[in-house]
């Protein structure tokens, strides 16, 4: 199982880094490329070409056993 320590992302096109810190905090780039969303709780993204081309990935995630649930 995975915890989520930070949920962001770095827009390839204007640099801004994002980050979504709670379950609805929709937060978008400011060129509107890119996007995150779900806090602490899911990694979620929206994105104009293609992950590969629109953001780089800076979420932090710890992997967790079940028993520290």
Request: proline letters at 1%.
């Amino acid at each position: 199982m995975e915890k989520i320590i930070s949920n962001k992302i770095q827009c390839k096109h204007c640099g801004e880094i994002i980050e979504s810190k709670s379950i609805h905090s929709f937060v978008i780039c400011k060129c509107e490329c890119c996007s995150v969303d779900g806090g602490h709780y899911h990694l979620s993204r929206s994105f104009r070409t293609s992950p590969e081309e629109d953001f780089i990935e800076l979420s932090v995630v710890e992997e967790i056993d079940d028993n520290q649930i």
